[in-house]
């Protein structure tokens, strides 16, 4: 018994600790977007919001937490470790209330950037920030505009522009009175979406392997916290002078 006790409370450790690893990586992650939202395209922003506000506000908490339940598991410590357990699950159903908005914006992404996307055009209007994402993307992915190249109107720019029809990527006449001017045939709309998708499946991933740690880690916790309820000390048997059987506990032996 005292070897499983023994098991157990490493274990509640080590889960902490990895709690605090996710902890302090939340909070590097969710900081870190400020300088990156400056220039990302208006058409990526929508979908981090949640992911941002998860990152910054359960970062600084399962830090704490984490602190909280290695102490508590490190000096065994009962009444700290029913506390701990207590919190967690109030910190996780509190998680499931914020994070929850991720899964609703995965069913409704497809509508709300096709909303966006026309509310851009014509895309030589559009924001500056949201031109220089495109140029780069149509030059990186051979693409031409969100739905079409028409979406540029008459100003198509340069890297929307390809060689001829024979390259890997289909190309198609500006107009059929410019038939020496060849762009992407392919819009980047679909790149897009596929980007996005692929970003909120990451965050409900990373949310769904954090909330796996942090729900054992509040589960061995609450069972080192009522051990003395569970646990059947050990017994010493004796026989007094009258060959009477006497049972009682072992204090040596006894958990503190």
């Keep these: 018994m005292a070897k499983c006790h023994r098991f157990v409370r490493s274990l509640s450790v080590g889960l902490n600790i990895l709690l605090l690893v996710f902890g302090v990586l939340m909070i590097a992650v969710g900081f870190s977007y400020d300088a990156e939202e400056q220039t ?6 929508w979908s981090r919001g949640h992911g941002i506000l998860v990152l910054r506000i359960f970062g600084p908490i399962t830090v704490i937490l984490s602190v909280l339940g290695i102490c508590a598991s490190v000096k065994d410590v009962k009444a700290l470790l029913i506390l701990y357990s207590t919190v967690m699950f109030v910190a996780f159903v509190a998680l ?3 994070a929850s908005p991720l899964i609703q914006d995965q069913a409704k992404m497809d509508s709300e950037l096709e909303a966006r996307f026309r509310n851009m055009t014509p895309l030589y209007e559009a924001d500056p920030q949201v031109q ?4 780069k993307l149509q030059a990186s992915d051979h693409c031409c505009g969100l739905t079409s190249h028409a979406d540029w109107k008459d100003k198509i720019p340069a890297s929307c522009l ?3 029809s024979s390259t890997e990527e289909p190309c198609v006449h500006v107009t059929e009175q410019q038939p020496s001017i ?3 045939k392919k819009p980047c709309g679909p790149i897009l ?4 998708n692929v970003l909120i499946k990451v965050n409900i991933g990373v949310i769904s392997a954090f909330v796996t740690v942090m729900l054992t880690a509040m ?3 609450l069972v080192l916290g009522l051990e003395k309820y569970w646990t059947t000390p050990p ?3 004796t026989v007094d002078d009258n060959n009477r059987v006497k049972y009682q506990p072992k204090p040596s032996l006894t958990f503190n």
Excluded: P
């Design 40 to 45: 990302s395209a208006e058409s990526a922003k």
């Design 96 to 98: 499931m209330v914020v």
């Design 132 to 135: 220089t994402e495109l140029y």
């Design 162 to 164: 390809c060689v001829n």
């Design 182 to 184: 060849w762009v992407y």
């Design 193 to 196: 979406k596929r980007y996005q």
């Design 219 to 221: 589960v061995v916790s």
């Design 235 to 237: 017994v010493e048997v």
